[in-house]
């Protein structure tokens, strides 16, 4: 149950970084970019949790769920510093 729900919010958080990267404000699109690093983050943990938890997927799947949510991090902190500079700005 607990990975249905790291994928639903996955999912949320998919369609608010499509809908915020269609704005014209960049600090708007910073945001984008960090619930785009969040939905990344959470559908890796998924992964993870349907690898190592419930075993349903192979073990094989760990080490490239493990990198989806480091890339999630790393795009979190670009969206952050993004929305920092571009906000502070305006």
Request: with cysteine.
């Amino acid at each position: 149950m607990i990975a249905y729900s790291l994928f639903l919010i996955a999912l949320l958080l998919a369609l608010v970084s499509t809908l915020a990267l269609l704005a014209k404000n960049e600090g708007i699109r910073g945001i984008g970019r960090v619930a785009g690093g969040f939905s990344w983050t959470l559908f890796g943990a998924f992964l993870l949790d349907l690898c190592c938890s419930t075993g349903q997927l192979p073990a094989s799947y760990t080490l490239p769920s493990a990198a989806l949510v480091l890339m999630g991090v790393v795009t979190i902190a670009s969206g952050a510093r993004k929305f920092a500079r571009r906000h502070t700005a305006s």
